[in-house]
T-cell receptor, first 117, second 113 residues
Framework: GAVVSQHPSWVICKSGTSVKIECRSLDFQATTMFWYRQFPKQSLMLMATSNEGSKATYEQGVEKDKFLINHASLTLSTLTVTSAHPEDSSFYIC?????????????FGSGTQLSVL | GQNIDQPTEMTATEGAIVQINCTYQ??????LFWYQQHAGEAPTFLSYNVLDGLEEKGRFSSFLSRSKGYSYLLLKELQMKDSASYLC??????????????FGGGTRVLVKP
């Protein structure tokens, strides 16, 4: 089945630094990728929709200048948390789909646990 | 807006059956998904319903009533490893962009010996 790889699995950083998270589709071309955030004991909240070759679409309340998304190729999208602060500590998960997706599944990456000190 | 409700927590005994209900109110409907998520891990796909009725996959079954905006996930012959969060999610559009899912708050299921 389709595989989505997310890296790194966990990262600890100092407040004020930037962190980049990568999401790769390994065996299919992902025209669209989605970035979710999940706080402890809460569900997944969609942050943005990333489309290859165009600007990302952000959900209401998500700062686009803080959470930079780049989807330069059909197999890679990156999320950069700029000037991270402790409140940005969360579990970030990407998911990917293709234009030809006829199956019902959305393929998720393994997630990135971000801890900002 | 989108509204998806499911109970916060449920407790059941090993070998028993548990039913997790999900009600939704969304602007459109193009399928309802159930995912299982263990702490610190990504969600894993369990089931998908787009038409009314029951879908059965081994110990897990999922039911959908579109007219009622209602679904349930049925877990049979519970095992200790089934202790996890179960997420109900709705897709409200067609096409690749429609694979954006809106998730409910998740139901934490605790299976006791």
């Amino acid at each position: 089945g389709a595989v989505v790889s997310q890296h790194p699995s966990w990262v600890i950083c100092k407040s004020g630094t930037s962190v980049k998270i990568e999401c790769r589709s390994l065996d299919f071309q992902a025209t669209t990728m989605f970035w979710y955030r999940q706080f402890p004991k809460q569900s997944l909240m969609l942050m943005a929709t990333s489309n290859e070759g165009s600007k990302a679409t952000y959900e209401q309340g998500v700062e686009k200048d803080k959470f930079l998304i780049n989807h330069a190729s059909l197999t890679l999208s990156t999320l950069t948390v700029t000037s991270a602060h402790p409140e940005d500590s969360s579990f970030y998960i990407c998911s990917a789909t293709s234009n030809n997706a006829t199956n019902e599944k959305l393929f998720f990456g393994s997630g990135t646990q971000l801890s900002v000190l | 807006g989108q509204n998806i409700d499911q109970p916060t927590e449920m407790t059941a005994t090993e070998g028993a059956i548990v039913q997790i209900n999900c009600t939704y109110q969304t602007s459109g409907f193009n399928g309802l998904f159930w995912y299982q998520q263990h702490a610190g891990e990504a969600p894993t796909f369990l089931s998908y319903n787009v038409l009314d009725g029951l879908e059965e996959k081994g110990r897990f079954s999922s039911f959908l009533s579109r007219s009622k905006g209602y679904s349930y996930l049925l877990l049979k012959e519970l095992q200790m490893k089934d202790s996890a969060s179960y997420l109900c999610a709705v897709r409200d559009q067609w096409g690749a962009a429609g694979n954006k899912l809106t998730f409910g708050g998740g139901t934490r299921v605790l299976v006791k010996p």
